[in-house]
C-alpha cells in the first residue's frame, strides 16, 4: 500500500496540496498517496490522531489548527518552536514530530527562484501574527542584516523582537517608516480582503522586491499596491507555497523534489482559472 499523507485544516476543500505532492510523488518515484482531512474546529487531535491510527505517515497542518499541533505534537524542530506552530507533522515511532516549513519556503523561493540575495538584506516584514513569527528564524539564518517588523499593534511587533532577543530585530510603527529596505514582505492578512496595508509609497518605491505570503489567480492587493507605488519587483506567496511544500516533502521522505515545473503548472493553471 501506498504511505498515506494528507493535509488537515477546516475549511480544507480549496487546499493545492494534493495537487502539489502528487506532482512531487510522481517526480521522484515515491510511493505516496496524499489527500484532505476536514477536521471539526474542536475535533483536531482526535481527527489527527485517527489518522495516525489508521496508518498515515503525516500531516500537513492549515488554519486554523497549526497552533493546536504545536501544542500537540511532542517533539520539535528549532523552525517550530521559533514560530510557535506547525504545519508539518511526521509520524515517526517514537511519537510525533512537528515541524514549521512556511518560513523555509519563503527563504527558497526568494533566493532560488527569485535570485535576491537575503545575506546582508535590510527587510521590512509587514505583520506580527503566525506568518510574520514563521518567517522571522529563516530569514535571519539566511544572513539578513536587520528586520524591521512593523504591526498595526505596536505592543504584539515588541513582543516579537523580545521573544527573539536578536539585535538585528527591531519594531517600527506604520507611521515612522523610511524607504530604506530592499525587501518588504507582506505577513498581514490586510489584503486578502482588498485592504491596502499602510505602509508608504515611497518606502516600496525604494525596495528592490515586495513579496506578498498570499496568493490568488489574480494579483494580490499588495501586489498590485507595490506596483503602483513603483517597486521594482513585486510577487505573491504561490512560489513560497510549492516551496514549502517541498521543504515538508523532504522533512517526510528524505528526498526533495524539484519545484520549478511544479510552481510553473500551478501558475498555468491559476492564470486559467483568473480568465
Same mark, same amino acid.
Given at each position: 500500500?501506498?504511505?498515506?499523507?494528507?493535509?488537515?485544516?477546516?475549511?480544507?476543500?480549496?487546499? /493545492?496540496?494534493?495537487?502539489?505532492?502528487?506532482?512531487?510523488?510522481?517526480?521522484?518515484?515515491?510511493?505516496?498517496?496524499?489527500?484532505?482531512? =476536514?477536521?471539526?474546529?474542536?475535533?483536531?487531535?482526535?481527527?489527527?490522531? /485517527?489518522?495516525?491510527?489508521?496508518?498515515?505517515?503525516?500531516?500537513?497542518?492549515?488554519?486554523?489548527?497549526?497552533?493546536?499541533?504545536?501544542?500537540?505534537?511532542?517533539?520539535?524542530?528549532?523552525?517550530?518552536?521559533?514560530?510557535?506552530?506547525?504545519?508539518?507533522?511526521?509520524?515517526?515511532?517514537?511519537?510525533?514530530?512537528?515541524?514549521?516549513?512556511?518560513?523555509?519556503?519563503?527563504?527558497?523561493?526568494?533566493?532560488?527562484?527569485?535570485?535576491?540575495?537575503?545575506?546582508?538584506?535590510?527587510?521590512?516584514?509587514?505583520?506580527?501574527?503566525?506568518?510574520?513569527?514563521?518567517?522571522?528564524? !529563516?530569514?535571519?539564518?539566511?544572513?539578513?542584516?536587520?528586520?524591521?517588523?512593523?504591526?498595526?499593534?505596536?505592543?504584539?511587533?515588541?513582543?516579537?523582537?523580545?521573544?527573539?532577543?536578536? !539585535?538585528?530585530?527591531?519594531?517600527?510603527?506604520?507611521?515612522?517608516?523610511?524607504?530604506?529596505?530592499?525587501?518588504?514582505?507582506?505577513?498581514?492578512?490586510?489584503?486578502?480582503?482588498?485592504?491596502?496595508?499602510?505602509?508608504?509609497?515611497?518606502? =516600496? /518605491? /525604494?525596495?528592490?522586491?515586495?513579496?506578498?505570503?498570499?496568493?490568488?489567480?489574480?494579483?494580490?492587493?499588495?501586489?498590485?499596491?507595490?506596483?503602483?507605488?513603483?517597486?521594482?519587483?513585486?510577487?505573491?506567496?504561490?512560489?513560497?507555497?510549492?516551496?514549502?511544500?517541498?521543504?515538508?516533502?523532504?522533512?517526510?521522505?528524505?528526498?526533495?523534489?524539484?519545484?520549478?515545473?511544479?510552481?510553473?503548472?500551478?501558475?498555468?493553471?491559476?492564470?486559467?482559472?483568473?480568465?
Amino acid at each position: 500500500m501506498s504511505d498515506r499523507y494528507a493535509v488537515v485544516g477546516n475549511p480544507v476543500a480549496h487546499s /493545492r496540496s494534493p495537487s502539489i505532492h502528487a506532482r512531487f510523488a510522481h517526480q521522484t518515484g515515491e510511493d505516496v498517496e496524499y489527500g484532505r482531512l =476536514l477536521a471539526p474546529p474542536d475535533g483536531f487531535v482526535e481527527a489527527v490522531e /485517527r489518522f495516525r491510527a489508521d496508518g498515515g505517515r503525516g500531516l500537513n497542518v492549515t488554519l486554523p489548527f497549526k497552533l493546536e499541533a504545536f501544542a500537540w505534537a511532542p517533539r520539535h524542530s528549532a523552525r517550530a518552536r521559533a514560530a510557535g506552530a506547525v504545519n508539518t507533522l511526521r509520524f515517526d515511532p517514537g511519537g510525533a514530530y512537528g515541524d514549521n516549513t512556511d518560513g523555509a519556503g519563503l527563504v527558497r523561493d526568494l533566493e532560488s527562484r527569485l535570485g535576491f540575495a537575503l545575506a546582508g538584506a535590510s527587510i521590512l516584514l509587514l505583520g506580527a501574527g503566525g506568518a510574520a513569527r514563521g518567517a522571522i528564524l !529563516p530569514l535571519l539564518e539566511a544572513g539578513a542584516a536587520r528586520i524591521a517588523i512593523a504591526n498595526r499593534t505596536a505592543s504584539r511587533a515588541l513582543e516579537l523582537v523580545a521573544a527573539f532577543a536578536d !539585535p538585528r530585530l527591531e519594531a517600527r510603527a506604520f507611521d515612522a517608516l523610511a524607504p530604506e529596505f530592499e525587501l518588504v514582505v507582506n505577513a498581514t492578512s490586510a489584503g486578502v480582503g482588498g485592504a491596502r496595508v499602510p505602509v508608504p509609497d515611497a518606502v =516600496l /518605491r /525604494r525596495a528592490a522586491l515586495a513579496c506578498d505570503m498570499y496568493y490568488a489567480a489574480r494579483e494580490t492587493p499588495f501586489v498590485a499596491q507595490a506596483r503602483e507605488a513603483g517597486c521594482a519587483a513585486a510577487c505573491d506567496g504561490l512560489g513560497m507555497l510549492v516551496e514549502q511544500a517541498a521543504e515538508s516533502f523532504l522533512v517526510w521522505r528524505g528526498v526533495r523534489p524539484l519545484t520549478a515545473p511544479v510552481y510553473e503548472a500551478l501558475r498555468a493553471e491559476l492564470a486559467a482559472e483568473a480568465r
